[in-house]
């Protein structure tokens, strides 16, 4: 591999200046390599601007993946330490209940799985919720709507992506990175196995030892160009925005088909499954309605929303690889073609990009083993997806017909 046999820092070419290319472009400078980052429009525009940005721990399976979740928390927070300026993590606890019993079922599994982890997590009775969490509407105490099972984890919180993706920049950029906006990457000359050549949108013709593919939802059309292939889905989402109320919400809401956070400056982010179901049927100019009637749902849950509005709805497409885990590393067809890519990567983004820099300045991490590019075979099935977050991500989204599942390979 290209990483073992370097006795030199690479010159390394990041294309996508989201999370995960931020992180990564960091990392590689903190290493030591030369880095150009390569951005088709702006910093955090892309799906890092338009995402619900939690610490999803609590749901990522297997233990490879749960354990490189556990990292990335960490990772943040080390990050966050270094930086006065930027506030980016913003620790927060999480309420979580479900309706149906399937899924309180699963519920009861999952809070058997983090006890046998060791991960903070606990059931609270009705008056306990009410305490945690003044903004909510419990049904009244004793009523069959009432939950009883309501899931509390102490830990965990919500991320702000841009600051995020300024900060690290930032940083890049004093390690001698230079970053380079609304120039997207349109070809590859590929010699031998080998890219040896990158053109923009601008004309640039861009030489690197190696070129890592940051592009989250486009990342496979960036492996197409040099002729790979990489197999992600896109998965559409929106999050909406309210204006700025005194709701009083402390708490991560993940309730039945709706998910509630504080935003920035005493706002609410709202998100459900049901709205991204209707997205594919909905035209740009009626996903203000979506959004409003986001707005509505949430204010039966949290009443104070009643005197918000909606400010801002952002749709963005999750990259999403087949069995919902990371891709990174190497794939078969080219040498130095270096892929990063991940659904919740808000979260993941930190630990890849420090595991990804090691390992292209010489130091393979076998942590990323059960991640490789080349565990999937060229033409087999579809895998399943063996992400949890995964899983019940596209079981509540394709539980209708309005699906946006766009299969990019
Ligand atoms: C509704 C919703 C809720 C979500 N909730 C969470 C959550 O709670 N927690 C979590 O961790 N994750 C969550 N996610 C997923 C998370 O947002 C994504 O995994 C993450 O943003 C992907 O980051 P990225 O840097 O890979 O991609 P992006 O942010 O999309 O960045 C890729 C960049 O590459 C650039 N690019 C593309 N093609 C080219 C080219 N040819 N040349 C140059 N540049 C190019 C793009 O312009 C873009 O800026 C959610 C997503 C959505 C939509």
Same mark, same amino acid.
């Given at each position: ?16 200046a989201g999370v995960v290319g931020a992180a990564t472009a960091h990392a590689?400078t903190v ?6 980052v ?5 910093v955090a525009?892309?799906?890092s601007?338009?995402?619900?940005a ?21 990772e943040h927070a080390r990050l966050q330490r270094a930086d006065a300026d930027q506030a980016w993590v913003h ?68 991320y702000d992506p841009p600051a995020f993706v300024r900060a690290l920049l930032r940083r890049a950029k004093r390690q001698?990175a230079?970053v ?13 196995? #080998?890219?040896? &050549?990158?053109?923009? /949108? $601008?004309?640039? =013709?861009?030489? !690197? ?5 940051? +592009? %989250? ?47 920035l ?11 991204? #179901?209707?997205? &594919?049927?909905?035209? /740009? $100019?009626?996903? =203000?309605?979506? !959004? ?5 749902? +949430? %204010? ?46 808000i979260?993941?983004a930190p630990?890849?990009g ?56």
């Amino acid at each position: 591999m290209l990483g073992s046999s370097l006795n030199y820092m690479p010159y390394a070419i990041v294309i996508g200046a989201g999370v995960v290319g931020a992180a990564t472009a960091h990392a590689l400078t903190v290493a030591g390599a030369q880095v150009v980052v390569l951005e088709g429009g702006q910093v955090a525009a892309g799906c890092s601007a338009a995402t619900f940005a939690v610490d999803i721990t609590r749901v990522k399976t297997p233990p490879a993946l749960f354990d490189l979740a556990l990292a990335s928390v960490a990772e943040h927070a080390r990050l966050q330490r270094a930086d006065a300026d930027q506030a980016w993590v913003h620790p927060t606890a999480t309420l979580e209940w479900e309706e149906t019993q399937a899924d309180r079922q699963r519920l009861r599994e999952r809070i058997r799985r983090l006890h046998r982890c060791g991960y903070p997590a606990e059931w609270l009775a009705p008056q306990r919720v009410r305490a945690v969490e003044p903004a909510l509407a419990m049904p009244p105490q004793g009523s069959d709507e009432e939950p009883t099972e309501v899931a509390f984890y102490p830990e965990g919180g919500w991320y702000d992506p841009p600051a995020f993706v300024r900060a690290l920049l930032r940083r890049a950029k004093r390690q001698g990175a230079s970053v380079h906006v609304n120039d997207s990457v349109i070809g590859m000359t590929v010699d031998d196995g #080998r890219i040896t &050549e990158v053109c923009t /949108a $601008s004309g640039q =013709r861009l030489t !690197a030892d190696v070129v890592v593919n940051c +592009a %989250g939802p486009q990342a496979a059309g960036i492996a197409a160009l040099a002729g790979a292939e990489l197999s992600v889905r896109q998965i559409a989402g929106m999050v909406a925005i309210t204006t700025p109320v005194h709701t009083g919400l402390q708490t991560i809401l993940a309730a039945p088909d709706l998910n509630a956070r504080p935003h920035l400056g005493g706002r609410v982010m709202l998100h459900s499954w049901l709205i991204d #179901r209707e997205l &594919e049927d909905t035209p /740009a $100019s009626r996903r =203000r309605a979506l !959004a409003e009637e986001l707005l509505r749902r +949430a %204010g039966t849950l949290i009443p104070m929303l009643s005197q918000a509005t909606v400010e801002a709805s952002r749709v963005g497409l999750r990259p999403v690889p087949p069995d919902g885990l990371p891709i990174v590393g190497f794939p078969s067809e080219v040498a130095n073609l270096y892929t990063v890519v991940s659904h919740s990567a808000i979260h993941l983004a930190p630990i890849l990009g420090v595991l990804a820099a090691r390992e292209l300045t010489g130091d393979r991490q076998h942590r990323l083993d059960p991640f490789r590019p080349t565990r999937f075979r060229p033409g087999a099935d579809r895998p399943q997806a063996v992400d949890e977050s995964t899983r019940t991500m596209l079981a509540r989204i394709e539980a209708s017909n309005g699906c946006e599942t766009a299969d990019v390979r």
